[in-house]
């Protein structure tokens, strides 16, 4: 499986989805000007990589970070989609963390993390990063 890697720009986040160094990460600030065509990408490539996973026998620990400072109301579905497809991903039965990050006093981040963890029935680690 290729690794999909967008580097971060002062609307769009960074995305590192790399299968060979096991890193999975979404961060920095997401509002860019067509969400759809910046997140069509990325979840095509969840879709491969879960048919990928699937189809392999191997055992697989996952680990994916989500590290958003901002995210506007049209990256937020964007953002749902993600989490259900790691949701079908983990119900294949590999071995999945979703770890949250949000910065120290965040009460609104740390509550969207809670709430989509809920939405797609897929516990998620709550981290405060703290100053």
Request: with cysteine.
């Amino acid at each position: 499986m290729k690794k999909l890697i967008l580097e971060p720009s002062n609307i769009t986040p960074q995305i590192l989805l790399d299968p060979e160094k096991n890193i999975y990460k979404f961060s920095g600030q997401s509002r860019p000007e067509n969400v759809k065509e910046f997140y069509d990408p990325i979840l095509n490539w969840l879709e491969e990589f879960n048919t990928e996973i699937s189809m392999d026998n191997l055992s697989y620990n996952l680990t994916f970070i989500f590290d958003y400072e901002y995210y506007n109301t049209a990256s937020s579905k964007c953002i749902l989609e993600i989490a259900k497809r790691l949701k079908l991903i983990k119900d294949t039965g590999v071995q999945m963390e979703v770890v949250w990050y949000y910065d120290e006093g965040d009460d609104d981040m740390r509550d969207a993390g809670t709430e989509l963890s809920k939405i797609v029935k897929l516990p998620f680690t709550l981290m405060e990063k703290l100053e």
